[in-house]
């Protein structure tokens, strides 16, 4: 009877541990491909397996470098539209300035890092890429008095792709849909594979971040939201956070319309919310350091 | 001398198994490690780059692996337990130890041509060269070479540095 008792205490704790050796890694839910299994009753699990994978996928979002390409993506519409700076000094000092406030930001990395660029264009804007691409006009550069203004934009920008605001922009039932697509459903919906479906949902969901970006805006929220993190932003990286208010002032005082009042609505109570948030003081002997080296910069 | 009765006959041999399993199952998953192949990693403390870094990972270093999460792997390196992106372990980007044909199946086949495990990525690289494909007008070859540009970290302390900022 205990031989029984302990054979079969034996038999099950056997079985257990050789068919349980990966737990420590099973959170990894993500199959990469179904297996090939080539019986009635293997298209059977296969069938299952596709189910499964599309509820886990449809679960996890966007993904990081996800977020990337599309904003690579939305890079590259904008690289088409105005060239890109090929001044190194200057595409090294604003990618420096741009760093310091990144790392001070409440999202000090992304996937593939912060990248900044300078636009061959007069027209003042600048504009941030989903994952890390942030690109200002040299009209706006020039518009900065120091670089703590430079500094304000750049950090306003980073808060943008920091609390994803072009992602968001993403009509919600179109990654949905991206996220929930299967084979066949996607073949009978797009005429096509999955491949070109997805570039086609590919494409529509740039068309949502650049209409965002470039056409109709953030909203008001998410620029005030941008406004404050990049106070917060800039008072952690050493930069006076006052200079924000200075540089929309600026802009705000020269009116106009399109661009950068399109692309980030300008009014006069956003300008007056970022005034109380940091008020003017007296310039430290750093900040004279900053402007100097920015005043001696070429854009 | 007299064989104890419980370790003779079938008893015996299932105490062998059990004993085996014990040893074949806890050594391979529970010893997990991974190298760390890209300079410049950082933990992260939640599996996202919005937290603030624990510490870096020098590449070269052997991290224990814990559990995973999407991208994400969490990881115990000297004695610290956090988070780091599955881009830190190239070589080990498709998952961790497997052994595969044993009660779990035969080997999982990459097939880039299949279009529901593309479909089960999302937006890939081959879904941005489709794109590229049908957009040929696009600037992508700009967007490399923002992408290329890096700041040099010591030149970066020393901008810090000059220019009276928090490093």
Sequence with gaps: ?299 | MRRSRYLSGPGLWLMLFLLVGVLVGLSPGLAETLKVERAGTQMYPTPNFGSTPLGSVPAGADVAVMSRSGDWVQVNYEGKTGWVHKTAFPQAAGGGVKMPGFLTGGPVRETRSDEVALAGKGFTPEVEAGYRQKNPGLNYAAVDQVERFQVNPTQLAAFIREGGLTP
């Design chain 1, 1 to 299: 009877m205990r031989l029984k008792i302990w054979g079969i205490m034996g038999l099950i704790t056997g079985v257990f541990f050789l068919a349980g050796f990966q737990l420590p890694n099973l959170p990894v839910p993500v199959p990469s491909a179904p297996v090939p299994v080539p019986s009635e009753a293997g298209k059977a699990i296969s069938v299952g397996a596709k189910a499964a994978q599309k509820s886990m996928v449809a679960a996890k979002g966007i993904s990081d470098s996800e977020e990337y390409y599309i904003g690579r993506a939305v890079a590259a519409r904008l690289l088409s539209r105005n060239s890109l700076s090929q001044n190194q000094a200057a595409t090294t000092y604003i990618n420096e300035v741009g760093e310091a406030v990144a790392k001070k930001s409440t999202m000090p990395r992304t996937y593939r890092g912060y990248h900044f660029g300078i636009l061959e264009t007069s027209d003042p804007n600048a504009y941030a890429c989903p994952g890390g691409i942030i690109l200002i006009t040299r009209g706006l550069i020039k518009e900065c008095q120091n670089e703590d203004e430079l500094a304000a934009v750049l950090a306003h920008e980073v808060a943008h792709i920091a609390n994803k605001d072009g992602i968001k922009s993403i009509n919600k039932s179109r990654w949905t849909e991206v996220l929930t697509s299967t084979g066949a459903e996607a073949a009978r919906q797009y005429g096509g594979g999955v491949a070109g479906s997805l570039v086609s949902m590919f494409e529509s969901s740039i068309d949502d971040v650049f209409k965002t970006l470039v056409v109709n805006g953030y909203s008001r929220a998410a620029e005030e939201n941008a406004d404050r993190a990049a106070v917060t932003t800039l008072t952690r990286a050493g930069y006076n956070p006052a200079a924000l208010a200075a540089i929309l002032s600026r802009l705000s005082s020269k009116g106009g319309g399109g661009g950068i009042f399109t692309s980030h609505p300008l009014t006069s109570q956003r300008v007056e919310a970022v005034k109380m948030l940091a008020r003017e003081g007296t310039k430290s002997p750093q900040e004279q350091v900053r402007t100097k080296r920015f005043q001696q910069m070429r854009f």
